[in-house]
């Protein structure tokens, strides 16, 4: 039996109290020795005579940790009598650290403890809670790698570090109110607002209907109650764009339906945004006028203090910065940028090293990929070279592979605009920097003109690497499965093979050879982008039709308007052909009079699928062709069919509307998945995979797994990544690696 020797330990081992939780087992074992931070490994000498108990409980670690691999050696190595946690030491980067957390139920009870030391403190902390990555400046992590290091520990937070039986033993975020982040409550001049407890002249701020920044953990919030949202909303200029809450927890059951699933997803550690449907599809208008509506529970010390004083149930909880746009996170920034959309600024003055938005998640499936979930590390064999994927342009993150490993950062934004695309910069060299990373291969989109692309071709010509492009939705599929599948990937946008709009395709085989073998028949994009902004334009792209032109001037077009349009068409000039899914939504609700602008991405069909809720779906005949060796399906015959029921029906009757919204989701989702079902059926492969934007629709996608398993089929989903293109970017890293690999 093994009573001493060497132990490394390597995965997630920082920032999660695995050096306390090794000094508290080494103790309660009798186990003499010491534990180090190395880089991001853990190494531990340990002697005793129960070290094999004590091996099995190291190889375990705390909550929080992720272990890779625990190596076990022999040493000579002089050991002492008691055991120490001694300081860290340099080594491989082989881990990561993991992302925020929020405050845990111990933390929360100290804060609302009378009398207690983080009586009413804000930022107070654990080894099991706390800011992680949006503190974290290198590793290993220490306080002084931290933006904590701005604040030194008064003596009692140092007495509790140092002690083996408290649960801020060794925790690099331990702070009181004596020695850690302040608060300042000021207006937009930035004067001081005088008052005892910033929290308390916020809440009363907040409840007389007064419009607050509040700077969080990864970035700026823009915080009111419910009886604001319309004059925020004004502010803004997002009229019509739903809003996520912050729900006091007594109270979100009156709001909203909460199945076990997503109270779940609610209260874990990630508290992250999930969309619920409303008891009420109609109630809480101001705030989302569509049946759903996005709710979080209070995950900071400053929250739940603030709630302890907040005579309303729920506070609008949105992201401060222009949709698409980094997240802001500097006091200074804030000022400038916010000064003329809010009343008053609630801030702190502890640095945000990494930006870091709020995760969302719909049904069980990523939405947005950030705080609490990520930097996201998963465990993959993609060979030994070192490959960075950038991402798309839309919805875009960055993803590393080292030595088995990607990592995926948190949501970046649209890399339209320059100063997202500086932030997806930062966000590679932070990934670069804390994983000692040396890139080899830089994968990116297909798209010549994307931003993303432009990048990845300056990397890879200033340090002289290989480019792999990776298509949209091939990258999609390799981000669900490396297995032989059917892939369907259903979005709005994404460049193909022959320079079209891509947006519904069906691919045959195994990553990296996936044939596009279906689609959606392609259709006209009066204007290109244009069309993406008006679907009306959309609607007669599809259907070119007079009638179009009659009910489109019924509402508003001009004679010349319509001429221009209907001449477009005909010449095709400026007219891009796409076989886009959201489109084809975008159309419909266009049609239907759901959305005629979109102001948001995703509006014409969200606010379609909320119309459709309350509708009831009945089958259509659907119409399929074959051209050039694939199939596709009529995108035309769908939405002739819902205009014909249109007609039909008498002018303002909303649940035909309700109906024909239903029936035209319910049978594009039938006819993509019998494509998929026939491809399947061809090739004679069992598994089918389903991805892309459009998937979060609830209709379409159970329409979709429902034909499938009907049909003895197999459907798999990304349940780690986001279905939108949030997972392009670990899809490019495999896809690339697939491909370098079939090329010996």
Known sequence: MQKTGKITVRGIVQGVGFRPFVYAQARALGISGSVKNLGSEVEIFARGERFETFLAAVSQGPPLCRIDSVEVSSTL??????????????????????????????????????????????????????????????????????????????????????????????????????????????DTRGNTVEGLDPIREAAELLDAGKILAMRGIGGFHLACIEESADELKHRLGRIEQPFAIMVRPDHIDRLAIVSDQEKQYLESPVHPIVVLKKRDPTAHASISNLHTIGCMLPYTGLHHLLFGHLKHPLLIMTSANMPGYPMITGNDQAMAKLNRDVDFFLLHNRKIVNRCDDSVIRDGYIIRLSRGIAPKRTAIDLGRHCILGVGPELNANATLYRNGFTVTSPHVGNVRNPATL?????????????????????????????????????????????LIPVQHHRAHIAATTTEPCIGIAIDGVGYGDDGTVWGSEIFSGQVPDLRRVAHLEPVAMPGGDLATRFPERMLYGILPDKKILSL??????????????????VRGFNVIQTTSTGRV?????????????????????????????????????????????????????LLQSAFCQKQAARDGDARVIRNIAASFQYNLGRGIAQMAIHAAEREGIHKIALSGGVAYNHAIRETIRREISDHAFECVMNRDYPLGDGCVSFGQCVYAAKQRETMG
């Not at 489109?552 to 068409?569: H, N």
Request: overall charge negative.
């Open 585 to 637: 939504l975008d159309a419909a609700a266009a049609l239907l009079g759901i959305c005629r602008e979109r102001t948001y991405d995703g509006e014409p069909a969200m606010k379609l699928e909320s119309t459709a809720a309350g509708g009831h779906a009945e089958a259509w005949d659907l119409i399929f062709s074959t051209r050039n060796g694939g199939e596709q399906l009529s995108s035309r015959s």
């Open 422 to 466: 500086e932030y997806l910069q930062e966000t590679v060299i932070n990934l670069q920097r804390l994983l000692g990373a040396k890139f080899d291969v830089i994968a990116h989109d297909l798209h010549p003109q994307f931003l993303t692309t432009r990048f990845a071709r300056e990397i890879a010509s200033d340090q002289g690497l290989e």
């Open 77 to 186: 190595q002089e050991i002492p009598d008691d055991f120490f946690i001694l300081p860290s030491g340099t080594g491989s980067l082989t881990g990561m650290i993991p992302p925020d957390i929020a405050i845990c139920d111990d933390c929360i009870s100290d804060i609302f403890h009378k009398g207690g030391r983080y009586d009413n403190y804000w930022a107070t902390s654990c080894v099991n809670c706390g800011p992680r990555y949006s503190i974290i400046n290198s590793l290993p992590y220490d306080r002084e790698r931290t933006s904590m290091t701005d604040f030194p520990a008064c003596a009692a937070c140092t007495r509790e570090y140092g002690d083996p039986g408290c649960r801020r033993h060794h925790a690099q975020t331990i702070a009181c109110s004596t020695c850690g982040p302040e608060l300042e409550l000021s």
């Open 552 to 569: 489109l001037a019924t509402r508003g077009w001009s004679d010349i308007e319509l001429g221009v349009l209907e001449k477009q068409v």
